[in-house]
């Protein structure tokens, strides 16, 4: 009697895992706390965090302000007395730097006075220890929100600059002109130049920049001139 062998199973090969594509998720904006007293930094962040907000705690505004990069951060929450440098001097120093993050003063000796000036200064806004969570939350919002804001408009103004700084002189100088509303025949005997001159700068100009006609041709010389990328060139 002849006997048979099982045939070996086949093993199912498991679906190879894709790698997940797109762009990652954006990281939630860091919020720089400094306070010389750590406590405070911890119960600071700890209330951050539980809203999401990821922070960094620092109790040494000089070591702060000699490290700060505010590409990484969207707040500072900023005591206003310090040992070695105090709460607005290092809101000064910032603003010297060209630095304009939106800063939260904190401080257990506020006054009406102190407060205005934190004001003035361009603080959001000026917090009196002891605060109610739900208070600093939204201040901290606000100033991240209004972090955004300033970054998109530097985007803005970055990428005009760009499309702007691509044009020649006589490209800029004749995009001026149709700007300011001239034909290519006024802008030619203007300029000593033939209308076909004109034209091929113009449509020149506009490739450059981006653009299909001369109505978003002068929209962006108008931008340009509003940004204060165009100076002195009025015609």
């Known amino acids: 009697m002849k006997t048979t062998k099982p045939k070996p199973r086949r093993r199912l090969a498991r679906p190879s895992r894709r790698p997940r594509t797109g762009s990652p998720r954006p990281q939630p904006p860091l919020v720089a706390i400094v306070d010389d007293n750590p406590d405070v930094c911890t119960v600071i962040a700890s209330t951050l965090k539980s809203v999401g907000l990821p922070t960094a705690s620092f109790t040494n505004p000089v070591a702060f302000v000699d490290t700060f990069d505010p590409a990484t951060c969207a707040c500072i929450v900023l005591d206003v007395r310090m040992p070695h440098l105090s709460g607005f001097e290092v809101q000064q120093t910032l603003i010297h730097r060209g630095i304009d993050t939106p800063v939260v003063f904190v401080s257990g000796h506020g006054d009406i006075p102190m407060a205005l000036a934190a004001i003035r200064a361009g603080a959001v806004t000026f917090l009196e220890k002891p605060w109610r969570d739900q208070v600093l939350i939204d201040a901290v919002n606000e100033a991240v929100a209004l972090n955004n804001e300033r970054r998109a408009a530097r985007s803005v103004h970055d990428a005009l600059r760009t499309r702007l700084s691509g044009l020649t002189r006589r490209e800029r100088e004749i995009a ?49 001139r509003t940004a204060g990328l165009i100076q002195g060139e009025q015609t």
């Open 176 to 224: 001026i002109e149709v700007a300011a509303g001239r034909s290519a025949a006024e802008i030619g005997r203007r300029l000593g130049l033939s209308r076909r001159t004109v034209e091929m700068h113009r449509l020149r100009a506009m490739r450059r920049l981006g653009v299909h006609s001369s109505t978003e041709l002068t929209r962006v010389i108008v931008e340009g």
